[in-house]
């Protein structure tokens, strides 16, 4: 695939996300769930769940992890599981398969107890991964218990870096952190979008 394909399809990405996942609103700001307000805010399982978003953040993300050394990706469920399993589906579909697992919030009471499911095991080089990224907490979570499962973390890859200082906690545990957009991408396509509207 060509950096050109590539661009396009980071182009639909955009137009989807703001025409499913993204609302702004500076005079009644949303209450994130890190409890911060903001006047942006971004819902992205319309999108990452949608049949046409899966296929282009699969193909998004394999083409960050084709060239590396990782085996498998995964993030805390429930944002990262439509996204590692669409990688994993492309990536067996390019001939270089990457295994999606699953990072649960807590570690199951029964059977074998793990916070990590999916077919990997301890020495494995994988990937976390995260929907959107604000304070970094859920990423760092997921990252702390692929460790505590054996798993070598070699990356961060996020769909969207809302530019609040999150990416910058992240790479204090992980570098690199690799967002697919930013705020700042998704801002600029919004306001394109709605000048002269008003």
Same mark, same amino acid.
């Given at each position: 695939m060509?950096?050109?394909?590539?661009?396009?399809?980071?182009?639909?990405?955009v137009d989807?996300?703001l025409e499913?996942s993204?609302r702004y609103?500076?005079?009644? %700001?949303?209450?994130?769930s890190s409890g911060?307000?903001?006047? /942006? /805010?971004? +819902?992205?399982?319309?999108?990452?769940?949608d049949p046409?978003g899966m /296929?282009?953040? &699969?193909?998004?993300?394999f +083409?960050?992890?084709k060239?590396t050394?990782v085996?498998?990706?995964g993030?805390?469920?429930?944002?990262? +599981?439509p996204i590692?399993?669409a990688?994993?589906?492309?990536?067996?579909e390019? &001939?270089?398969p990457?295994?999606?697992?699953?990072v649960r919030?807590?570690a199951?009471? !029964?059977g074998t107890?793990?916070?990590v499911e999916?077919n990997?095991?301890?020495?494995?080089?994988?990937?976390?991964?995260d929907d959107?990224?604000?304070t970094g907490?859920?990423?760092?979570?997921?990252?702390?218990?692929?460790r505590e499962?054996g798993?070598?973390?070699e990356?961060?890859?996020?769909?969207? +870096?809302?530019?609040?200082?999150?990416?910058e906690?992240?790479?204090? !545990?992980?570098? %690199?952190?690799? %967002?697919?957009?930013?705020?700042?991408?998704?801002m600029?396509r /919004?306001?394109?979008?709605?000048?002269?509207k008003s």
């Open positions: 060509t950096n050109r394909d590539l661009e396009k399809m980071k182009d639909r990405l989807l996300i499913r993204f609103n500076e005079d009644n %700001p949303f209450t994130l911060r307000k903001s006047p /942006y /805010y971004f +819902d992205c399982k319309p999108t990452t769940l046409e /296929y282009l953040i &699969g193909n998004l993300v +083409d960050i992890l060239d050394d085996k498998a990706a993030g805390l469920t429930l944002g990262a +599981d590692a399993n990688l994993a589906l492309i990536s067996f390019k &001939g270089r990457i295994r999606s697992f699953i919030k807590d199951k009471s !029964h107890r793990s916070k999916g990997v095991k301890p020495g494995d080089k994988v990937a976390v991964i959107v990224v604000t907490a859920s990423t760092i979570t997921a990252i702390e218990s692929a499962a798993l070598t973390v990356l961060a890859v996020v769909l969207i +870096d809302r530019e609040e200082g999150g990416k906690l992240i790479e204090r !545990h992980v570098s %690199p952190v690799v %967002p697919i957009l930013t705020r700042t991408e998704i600029a /919004y306001k394109e979008k709605t000048a002269g």
